[in-house]
């Protein structure tokens, strides 16, 4: 099992899923961390400067209005699960067509560490969904 976590610097968890540098991508078996990659965010429209963020107004450059995910679908291909802080209603709709479930919450720690407290049940739920992205 595969699961992701937007992060800015490695090792905290991003307060929004599409404007992260990064993504910590865990390998689990049997209920164990066995290793972990990070994937540079590269894909996604907050990453490549689409748009301008005005607190949280997501202020979107003019004739921008939705962008794709495919990028971020298939960078995280193979992923069962996102951990995250929050992220736009149609990025949790599309990963959830694409078989990943989001997984909000309002944790604080490293990634590693959500990961092992949503390992062992203990993962606060919380944190939510953005609906500025339609």
Same mark, same amino acid.
């Given at each position: ?18 404007? &992260? ?8 078996? #049997?209920? !164990?961390?066995? @290793? ?6 590269? $894909? ?39 951990? &995250? ?8 709709? #599309?990963? !959830?067509?694409? @078989? ?6 309002? $944790? ?27």
């Amino acid at each position: 099992m595969r699961i992701a976590v937007p992060s800015n610097d490695g090792t905290g968890i991003s307060p929004h899923f599409g404007r &992260c540098a990064c993504f910590v991508v865990f390998e689990v078996a #049997d209920g !164990a961390i066995t @290793g972990q990659r990070v994937v540079e965010n590269s $894909f996604t429209a907050h990453a490549l400067g689409e748009c301008r963020d005005e607190g949280h107004g997501h202020v979107h450059e003019a004739g921008h209005s939705h962008h794709s995910h495919g990028g971020i679908l298939e960078a995280l291909s193979g992923c069962e699960a996102v951990i &995250c802080r929050g992220m736009g209603m149609r990025a949790a709709q #599309d990963l !959830a067509a694409n @078989g990943i479930k989001a997984i909000p919450t309002p $944790f604080q720690g490293t990634p590693e560490e959500a990961v092992l407290a949503l390992l062992a049940g203990s993962l606060p739920a919380g944190g939510g969904f953005c609906g500025c992205h339609g």
